[in-house]
């Protein structure tokens, strides 16, 4: 025991402030149980710090930049210049104020706030570092905990973090300057969302992609669309490469990249984006002293409820595994949370959507055709393309579709295949009428708006029905 | 469950209900709903017409099972893929109820 | 009888080639009836024309332009300028394209297309007048008839839209340049759009209203965030006046508005935009000689499957009366034809949303609080203010909110109002669930994807339930 150790009782120990984290924290509150929150960083963990809301934020900089000085075509004339430093500083204070409403929402729900690094010392117990060295420990005793501690960014061989010229998505969220030539290494959501932010503001931006196509878990036509969109942009692809070498330059660095075959090719670059994946934390945790052990990849396996091997230890969002996205550990800590409050809580949701943020943005949820089929559906499958939505058209933006998957004959919709400007919204109501059970005759039977794009799901349920009124039925 | 357990005496029903309802010639509100609330199911108002169909026919206009009435069946178990899928998820049934309805289910 | 007058004879004959005509018409033809649509003047009617999709063209425009110029705080400078003439070119090109496309849609589902004006000659037979006086006539008997003749503008006395000087809102979406000083008479939705529109275009508006604020169906804070915007835009309120008189001046005109006491106000203006409403299009008709009459207001009464008082003569869209929407027209024009088929279509959807593409936008579906406790539920209602939503933070867009509206105990969701970026496409998820029969547990449980203002939806949700997670509940 180290000096000064006060031990305090409480009935949810959470350790780790992220979505997954905070959002149990506040729900067991809500459910009258006594709640410490243990966050060794920053309130709102990766997401809103280094993750979903930076980058969003820059993309909607870029994107109003470059909408602006792109649309000759409709009389409008413009040149944008971008001060990346201020936009880094409104990009801060967008996250200052959010952390901050996390802060308050914890205090507000009567969570107890500790700021510390968490570590077991027991089944039910835990110690807690205060930011100086050993001092200021302290234990908690806990009748249940939820571990939420996240992911970080995966390290390439010869390509540490720790170098200037070498950057994480946190590293590149966090620029005062936009690099004149970026390589980025992973053509996966984060890469291809930064990608295409950094050729926005003006960078010359190549990705090198071990994998011979961008964004590996989506369906060819989906890929395509965004891909060729990243191209207009002056994006440069490098598929079949793995980053190998980095060397150091007068002006910046060289990436060496390799092929399976090891031929080699050099990518000069004033800075180098890795974002080839994001890895479990839990070398902080002290698992062992709990009794846990993390699975090969370093994740907490959890069942239905998010129970780790221990009934009264849960594990939610990135650190207990796929999908690695904030709603899914939010929902996660929302049923951690009340199944420890006693509610017969589960994760039983038919689908959990996600969404990328290029451009167009990318929205799939439930299952694609060929999942549905694989999974001994008779699939029937709806689409409206875009340059048929009068919305699109008034947008001037009209790459993409909107494409819905059904069970035939019952017409349950199992899933849908976004690509548009505001996909990330469109998939909302393809995900209620997967969990409500609609049938596509009661998303083609719900009116939509005029003009909107949402029009191009209901028309997508017509199409899947042979009777859609703005494309010609197959 | 009752009709319905709203106030106005709503019909609770989607889309495709009220219309085999009304191609099976039923008035949607003297179906008996089992969803929450008294909501009106597909598998409600097939049960309403094959009970009706069972009871002497009064008027001569008893109708096959309608077309979207018929198919009602919600029990599949089917699974989600969770391809590496650590968290416990990967084998849920894939029940079609609501969510709402899976909760009061587990309780 | 004209001479040269040839008789031909259809299943349906359509009037008017608007959303509620065309879409009759390919529905009646995808359900193999022989079908006869007559269209006067251009296929797809007022709104892709005249209304919902030039309008919608010159907001987006605007709002690329005003955006652009005013992200100072995002470190974005940019001063656009635009070319109004480049910009009516590119709003004609989306119009020219939509409209052609009706046109090939039509005919590829095996709709005949017929121009001219046609008019009753009977209860089973109509005649059509082409384009030349008297000449080309040509007599059509159908078994059915559709009426889908739409609306125009109401004129106000005093401001004939012969005057150059007067503008219709089909005049204004023409316009090739944009007044230095726009006076608008109405801030119904055509108004409040329009006036957003030439502001951020770069013109000193004026609203001139009877009533004592904009936006009369709407809720008063649902008006209050619209109306601050349009201040903030630079746009003038005279609430209380109507438009008396207008006098001819050297460099434009005056706009004389009179107050319910007679007292006068004068707005010189370059041009006078009337707005306050559409009137019923029945006069080229000869209702008589099919034995039809029109209400004390000129519009045709139907019932539930769109029928008129004859049996096998409907009306559908604008003509029909309220809601005077395109997605209703078309609504109802599926349902009529449909009905004329012999399926069992009903004009019984639970909810016609609404839009209003103001910044920011309003969208509504199905019941207001007010409206619901008027009919009898025990109304309980949630609701999320953008400033508390991380995807509004990130587009630097938090005025506004998502409302949703529920009976008690049965959670059935009723209603929704939403003043939000992108509100017209987050009003189809609440849509959905109104038809369906969704509860607040349903819309909440179902997973929404981060961050995204669709978040909103299942968070107003919760916070009806009592249990939100980013705002406090009540
Ligand atoms: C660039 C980028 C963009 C992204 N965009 C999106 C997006 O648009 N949508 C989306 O859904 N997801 C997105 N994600 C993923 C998303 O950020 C994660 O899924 C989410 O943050 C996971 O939440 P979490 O609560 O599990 O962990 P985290 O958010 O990682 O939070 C874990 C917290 O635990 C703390 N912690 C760790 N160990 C300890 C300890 N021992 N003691 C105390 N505290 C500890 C950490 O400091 C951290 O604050 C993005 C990620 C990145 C990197
Ligand atoms: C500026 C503006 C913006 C709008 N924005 C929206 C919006 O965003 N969303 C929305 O839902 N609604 C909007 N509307 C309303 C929308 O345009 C109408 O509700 C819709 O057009 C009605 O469709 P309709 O088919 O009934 O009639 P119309 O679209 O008016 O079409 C009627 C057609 O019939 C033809 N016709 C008339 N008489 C005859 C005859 N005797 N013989 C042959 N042809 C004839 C006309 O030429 C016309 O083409 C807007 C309207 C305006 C003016």
């Known amino acids: ?474 | 469950a009752d009709t319905t357990d709203v106030a106005t005496g709503r019909v609770f029903a989607p889309p495709s209900v009220r219309t085999a309802a009304r191609e099976a010639g039923v008035d949607p509100a003297s179906v008996s709903g089992s969803g929450p609330g008294g909501r009106i199911t597909a598998a409600d108002l097939r049960a309403a017409i094959d009970a009706r169909a069972r009871s002497t026919d009064d008027d001569g206009r008893t109708q096959a099972a309608p077309e979207d009435a018929g198919t009602a069946d919600r029990s599949r178990s089917a699974t989600t893929s969770g391809g590496g899928d650590s968290s416990g998820t990967a084998d849920r049934d894939r029940t079609l109820a609501m969510p709402a309805t899976r909760r009061i289910a587990r309780e």
């Open chain 1, 1 to 474: 025991m180290v000096m000064g150790d006060v031990t305090t009782g409480t009935d949810v120990l959470v350790i780790g402030g992220g979505p997954g984290g905070y959002v149990a924290a506040i729900r067991a509150a809500q459910r009258d149980l006594d709640v410490t929150l243990v966050e060794k960083d920053a309130y709102g963990g990766t997401c809103l710090n280094h993750g979903c809301i930076p980058s969003k934020a820059l993309i909607h900089a870029a994107d109003v930049a470059h909408e602006a000085g792109t649309a000759e075509a409709l009389g409008i004339h413009a040149d944008p210049a971008v001060d990346a430093a201020a936009l880094a500083d409104w990009k801060d204070g967008v996250v200052d104020q959010l952390t901050g409403g996390v802060e308050k929402l914890c205090k507000a729900n009567g969570v107890t706030l500790i700021e510390g690094t968490a570590a077991f010392s027991g089944e039910h117990t835990a110690r807690i570092a205060h930011g100086g060295d050993g001092q200021g420990m302290e234990s908690v005793e806990f009748e249940h905990a939820i571990v939420a501690t996240g992911s970080r960014p995966i390290e390439v061989p010869n390509f540490p973090y720790a170098e200037e010229a070498v950057w994480s998505s946190r590293d590149a969220l966090g620029a005062e300057t936009v690099p004149d030539h970026l390589v980025v290494v992973g053509a996966g959501y984060i890469g291809m969302e930064l990608s295409t932010t950094f050729a926005k503001l003006g960078a010359d931006v190549t990705v090198v992609e071990m994998l011979d196509d961008v964004l590996p878990t989506y369906e060819d036509d989906v890929k395509r669309v965004v891909r060729s969109r990243a191209e207009e942009l002056g994006i440069e692809f490098s598929f079949g490469e793995g980053a190998s070498d980095r060397r150091e330059t007068a002006d910046g660095i060289e990436v060496v990249t390799e092929t399976e075959d090891g031929e080699e090719s050099v990518y000069a670059a004033d800075r180098v984006l890795v974002a080839v994946g994001r890895e479990p934390v839990t070398d902080t945790l002290e698992l062992d002293a709990a009794g846990l052990e993390p699975d090969a990849d370093g994740f907490l396996e959890t069942d239905a409820q998010g129970r780790t091997d221990l009934d009264h230890v849960f594990a939610v969002g990135d650190v207990a595994g796929d999908p690695m996205l904030a709603h899914a550990a939010s929902r996660e800590g929302i049923v951690a949370a009340e199944t420890i409050a006693g509610e017969p809580a589960a994760l039983d949701a038919q689908a959990v959507p996600s969404a990328v943020f290029t451009d167009p943005e990318i929205a799939t949820v439930g299952l694609t055709e060929a999942e549905a089929t694989a999974e001994g559906f008779d699939t029937v499958v709806g689409e409206m393309p875009l340059r048929a939505s009068g919305r699109a058209l008034t947008m001037d933006e009209t790459d993409g579709f909107v494409r819905i998957v059904a069970d035939e004959p019952s017409g349950y919709v199992l899933g849908g295949q976004v690509v548009a400007p505001e996909a990330s919204e469109l998939i909302a109501e393809i995900g209620l009428a997967i969990e409500m059970g609609a049938t596509l005759a009661d998303v083609a039977g719900t009116i939509h708006t005029h003009p909107t794009l949402s029009e191009a799901v209901m028309e997508a349920a017509e199409n899947a029905m042979g009777q859609a009124i703005h494309t010609l039925n197959r």
